[in-house]
């Protein structure tokens, strides 16, 4: 649902969402379903997470192009603890 409310918040028009869970392999009729629905709908852009472009690249759905969607967190408060507990969490 974040990455649907994501997409709404930027202003895309969402003709279907189809979800599937974080770390998803995808498996070849997965593939299929997207290209189903995107014909279904008419669509033209499949948009996914970035995370989850890399794992759909090599399965590419025909219909569409696919477009990557980029996060970017910034930290707007106690900058500096965030950054003790990276740096303590990166060195152990």
Same mark, same amino acid.
């Given at each position: 649902?974040?990455?649907?409310?994501?997409?709404?918040?930027?202003?895309?028009?969402?003709?279907?969402?189809?979800?599937?869970?974080?770390?998803? @392999?995808?498996?070849?009729?997965?593939?299929?379903?997207?290209? +189903? *629905?995107?014909?279904?709908?008419?669509?033209?852009? #499949? %948009?996914?997470?970035?995370?989850?472009? @890399?794992?759909?690249?090599?399965?590419?759905?025909?219909?569409? +192009? *696919?477009?990557?969607?980029?996060?970017?967190?910034? #930290? %707007?408060?106690?900058?500096?603890?965030?950054?003790?507990?990276?740096?303590?969490?990166?060195?152990?």
């Amino acid at each position: 649902d974040h990455f649907r409310l994501t997409l709404q918040r930027l202003g895309a028009e969402i003709a279907a969402f189809v979800a599937f869970s974080d770390h998803h @392999v995808y498996t070849p009729s997965e593939i299929e379903q997207l290209d +189903r *629905v995107a014909k279904q709908h008419r669509v033209e852009i #499949i %948009v996914t997470t970035e995370k989850d472009g @890399v794992r759909l690249r090599p399965m590419r759905p025909s219909v569409g +192009r *696919v477009w990557e969607l980029r996060i970017r967190a910034t #930290i %707007v408060e106690h900058e500096a603890a965030w950054k003790a507990y990276i740096s303590n969490t990166i060195t152990g």
